[in-house]
C-alpha cells in the first residue's frame, strides 16, 4: 500500500509494468515470442467506464465488511481463493498502459501471489475497544491505495472479536473491476448457505412488466415518461454545468480537487422485520421506507447541528433550526444491468461497471406527522421511477468517454457529484444465512471511498436484518455515530407511529 498523497505523480507516471512475460520479451531479442508473451501483447482494453476510476479526480476503491461468527481461518480461504476468485480473469490481471493505444489500459493477466493480496495485521487481543480499532483500521486503508503492481484487490484479515461479530473480514477492491452489483455478487457467488453447503445464496428478483403502451391505453403514461426524462436529464446537465446544492453542515465546500480524503466508516445494524412493518403500514415499498428513514434522519442530525452554531444551544432537538427552502440532493447510483444475478458458471449476470446516476431531493424539514417523511419520499421515488434518468446519464457519460476521452469524462462525474451533497445506495443481500468458505456470516457492510461528497449512505439486506454504512469526511461530518443514531431513531419513531396508529 501506498500514501494517497502520493497518487498523482504516481499516476502520471504510470508505466507498463516489468512482468516475468516482458522481461522473457528482452532476453528473446528478435527471436520466437513465447506463448505468455503473446497473451500479454494481446491484452483486452480496460474498459472505457473502467478508465474513468483511475482518474486523480475520481479514483474510487470499494469496500466490503463482513462480520463472521467464528474466527476466520486463514488457509481454508487461501485455498478456496485460488479455486474461485482467482478464476476470474479481472481477479488475476494487472492494468497496464497500452502505448500502443495512447496511453490507454489494458488488462494482463499474470500469477496471483496470495500472500500479497491478504493482510493479516498483527493484533492485540487484549484492546479495550475493539470496534474502535477496527473502525479505525478501516479508515485508515482510505488513506492509501493499492500498488498497480499487483491485481488491485485486498482482502483484510481482523481475528479480533468484536460487540457484533467474532472476526471482521475486509475487501478491498478498486471501482475499475467492476461496479459494487458485480463486485457483490462475485463474493456471494464464493458462499454458500449455511443450512444447505451445496447452495449458492439467493436474491430476491424483483419483477417487472412493460405492457404495450398502446395496446393497454397508457399514451398518457409514456407522454410523462419521454417529459419526465427530459427535464431529469436537463437538470443533470444543469448540476454538471453549474447548479449547486445550498451549502449546509453535510456539504463539502464544492471542493474543486480530487475525492481522496480520509474516511470514516460507521455502521449499525436494525431489524429488517420493523422495516417491513412500516412498508406494510403504509403500503409502500422496503427502498421507500429506507429512503423516509434517511430522510427523517437527516433531518434530526441538521437541525441539530444548525442549532449548535447559535447562541442559545439548548433544545436543539425540540426546536426548528432549519432554514427555510433547503436544496439537498442525493446521487443515487442505479444498477442497470439487464440481467442481474451471482457471477457463476453459466449465469447471465453482466460484468463491469453499468451504472447510472440519479439526482434524488431531499425535501429536508421538520415534519409534525413522523410519516410524512415516508410519504414525502415515496411521492419522490414514484415520480423518479417514472423516468428513464438513469439510463440517459449511463450513456451521456459513455458518449462523453468516446468523443473526450476519460479525463473529461470524469471530470463531468466528480462535477455532478461535487455539486451535490451526498452520495446513497440500496443493496439486496442474502435471503438466508451464508457462509464464506465455510465460515458463517454475521452481517455484510460494503461502502465506498474515493467520491468527492462528505456523505455516503449504503444501505444493505441479509436475512432479517438491515445494515446501514455510512463514509463520511471526517473535517465535514466529525460524529458520525451520532448521525447514526438519528437513522436508528428515526426508524423506531417512524414504526411506534404506525403501530399506535393500529396501521398494521
Known amino acids: 500500500m ?5 497518487l498523482d505523480s504516481r499516476q502520471q507516471a504510470l508505466k ?11 532476453v528473446e531479442g528478435d527471436g520466437k515470442k513465447p506463448e505468455d508473451i503473446k497473451e500479454e501483447e494481446e491484452g483486452e482494453a480496460l474498459s472505457p467506464v473502467g478508465r474513468i476510476f483511475h482518474e486523480t479526480c475520481f479514483n474510487v476503491y470499494v469496500i466490503a465488511i463482513a462480520g463472521f461468527k467464528i474466527r476466520i481461518n486463514v488457509d481454508v480461504v487461501k485455498a478456496n481463493l485460488e479455486h474461485t476468485l482467482l478464476k476470474h480473469p479481472r481477479f488475476s490481471s494487472l492494468q497496464v498502459k497500452d502505448v500502443k493505444k495512447d496511453g490507454g489500459m489494458k488488462w494482463v493477466p499474470t500469477k496471483v501471489d496470495l500472500d500479497k493480496h491478504i493482510i493479516i495485521p498483527s493484533l492485540h487481543h487484549t484492546i479495550s475497544s475493539p470496534d474502535k480499532m477496527v473502525e479505525d ?30 472476526s471482521v473480514a475486509v475487501f478491498r477492491i478498486h471501482h475499475s473491476l467492476g461496479d459494487g452489483m458485480s463486485l457483490m455478487s462475485l463474493v456471494l457467488a464464493c458462499s454458500r448457505q449455511i443450512s444447505n453447503p451445496k447452495a449458492l445464496p439467493t436474491l430476491p428478483v424483483k419483477k417487472t412488466s412493460n405492457p404495450d403502451p398502446v395496446k393497454s391505453g397508457r399514451i398518457w403514461w409514456t407522454i410523462r415518461l419521454v417529459w419526465n426524462t427530459i427535464i431529469d436529464v436537463l437538470m443533470f446537465l444543469a448540476t454538471t454545468l453549474f447548479l449547486k446544492d445550498t451549502m449546509t453542515p453535510l456539504s463539502n465546500g464544492w471542493k474543486k480537487g480530487g475525492g481522496h480524503v480520509p474516511r470514516r466508516f460507521v455502521y449499525r445494524t436494525v431489524s429488517l ?12 415499498t422496503i427502498n421507500d421506507v429506507v429512503m423516509g428513514v434517511s430522510l427523517a434522519g437527516l433531518s434530526r ?6 442549532g449548535e452554531t447559535k447562541e442559545d444551544k439548548g433544545a436543539t432537538q425540540k426546536k426548528n433550526n432549519l432554514p427555510k427552502n433547503i436544496r439537498l ?33 431531499f425535501a429536508i424539514a421538520l415534519y409534525d406527522d413522523p410519516l410524512d417523511y415516508i410519504r414525502q419520499t415515496k411521492a419522490t421515488i414514484n415520480r423518479k421511477k417514472h423516468s428513464h434518468e438513469a439510463i440517459f446519464t449511463y450513456f451521456i457519460i459513455k458518449t462523453v468517454l468516446k468523443l473526450f476521452g476519460a479525463k473529461v ?21 442474502p435471503m438466508e ?10 452481517f455484510l457492510a460494503p461502502s465506498v471511498y474515493g467520491q468527492p461528497q462528505g456523505l455516503m449512505i449504503h444501505f444493505q439486506s441479509y436475512i432479517n436484518k438491515m445494515t446501514f454504512v455510512l463514509s463520511v469526511d471526517e473535517e465535514i461530518i466529525p460524529d458520525p455515530n451520532r448521525l447514526c443514531d438519528d437513522l436508528e431513531e428515526s426508524l423506531k419513531f417512524i414504526k411506534d407511529v404506525v403501530i399506535a396508529r393500529g396501521l398494521v
Open 137 to 166: 483500521y478501516i479508515s485508515n486503508l482510505s488513506k492509501t491505495y493499492i500498488d498497480y503492481s499487483k491485481p488491485l484487490w485486498e482482502l483484510h484479515i481482523l481475528n479480533i472479536k468484536t460487540s457484533d461479530a467474532e
Open 409 to 429: 469524462a470524469a471530470f463531468l462525474y466528480h462535477r455532478v457529484m461535487n455539486h451535490t451533497t451526498m452520495c446513497f445506495s440500496n443493496v439486496v443481500g
Open 16 to 26: 507498463p509494468i516489468q512482468t516475468k512475460r516482458s522481461a522473457a520479451r528482452e
Open 433 to 442: 444465512e451464508i457462509g464464506f468458505y465455510g465460515h458463517p456470516m454475521a
Open 273 to 284: 422485520d420493523d422495516i417491513k412493518l412500516i412498508k406494510n403500514g403504509m403500503k409502500t
Open 2 to 6: 501506498e500514501p494517497v498523497g502520493d
Open 301 to 306: 442530525y441538521l437541525n441539530r447541528r444548525y
Open 329 to 361: 440532493r442525493a446521487t443515487l447510483l442505479m444498477n442497470i444491468r439487464p440481467s442481474p444475478g451471482l457471477h457463476v458458471k453459466g449465469s447471465k449476470a453482466k460484468w463491469g461497471n453499468w451504472i447510472g446516476s440519479m439526482l434524488l431531493p
